[in-house]
């Protein structure tokens, strides 16, 4: 199986602060990378897909980058709301793997 | 507006078996597949597999492999995820997500797109 790791595990940050997360896959996964945002109490939703796609209706603060096996997960400007735990997922090659998960806080 | 809307919540011994219910609400599975994914409490997202009725396959991790099933009722819109031979560590919240296809041809699958609540499965003696 293909593991992901994303760094780093947990962070503070202030309102307005650029925030930024990575996740490194055990092998070359092309692009086929999405991250998620998960609430507290709620399900995930779909923030970026194909490591750089904005899923339609997200705030464009959020952006994606990368391939291969080193990906990029960015917010330009913190806003409280965006408090939550971001998950990446590969589906390059089943099973479809996801990240632990790097749960943001504000500062 | 297309929701998943889960069965509620339940409560089981070890060694019995669970069936969780999502149905597509005000859509359809036409060109769509179901995935399901685990959480256990204070943990990460566990996938445990998917289902894609256009093309007529399922397919599970290795870890659920012949404890879990996953089918779907095209009549009415429902996915359904059996686990059997329950231990205490299946607890879990459990959510179906609507899984979508790559540029919409079918060839490769991946986007969780739209997410169920979630169905908080105890298994507790």
């Known amino acids: 199986d293909i593991q992901m790791t994303q760094s780093p595990s947990s962070l503070s940050a202030s309102v307005g602060d650029r925030v930024t997360i990575t996740c490194q896959a055990t092998?070359?996964?092309?692009?086929?990378l999405n991250w998620y945002q998960q609430k507290p109490g709620e399900a995930p939703k779909l923030l970026i897909y194909?490591?750089?796609n904005l899923e339609t209706g997200v705030p464009s603060r959020f952006s994606g980058s990368g391939s291969g096996t080193d990906f990029t997960f960015t917010i330009s400007s913190l806003q409280s709301e965006d408090i939550a735990t971001y998950f990446c997922?590969?589906?390059?090659?089943?099973?479809?793997?996801f990240g632990q998960g790097t749960k943001l806080e504000i500062k | 507006q297309v929701q998943l809307v889960q069965s509620g919540a339940e409560v089981k011994n070890p060694g019995s078996s669970v069936k969780v219910s999502c149905k597509a609400a005000?859509?359809?599975?036409?060109?769509?597949?179901i995935t399901w994914v685990r959480q256990a409490p204070g943990q990460g997202l566990e996938w445990m597999g998917r289902i894609i009725p256009i093309l007529n396959i399922a397919n599970y991790a290795e870890k659920f492999q012949g404890r879990v099933t996953i089918t779907a009722d095209k009549s009415t819109t429902t996915a359904y995820m059996e686990l059997s031979s329950l231990r205490s560590d299946d607890t879990a919240v459990y959510y179906c997500?609507?899984?979508?296809?790559?540029?919409?041809?079918?060839?490769?699958?991946?986007?969780?797109?739209?997410w169920g609540r979630g169905t908080l499965v105890t298994v507790s003696s």
């Open positions: 997922q590969q589906f390059d090659t089943l099973p479809y793997t």
């Open positions: 997500a609507r899984l979508r296809s790559r540029f919409g041809n079918y060839a490769r699958w991946g986007y969780f797109d739209l």
């Open positions: 194909d490591a750089s």
């Open positions: 092998q070359d996964v092309n692009n086929f």
């Open positions: 005000g859509g359809t599975f036409s060109t769509y597949g």
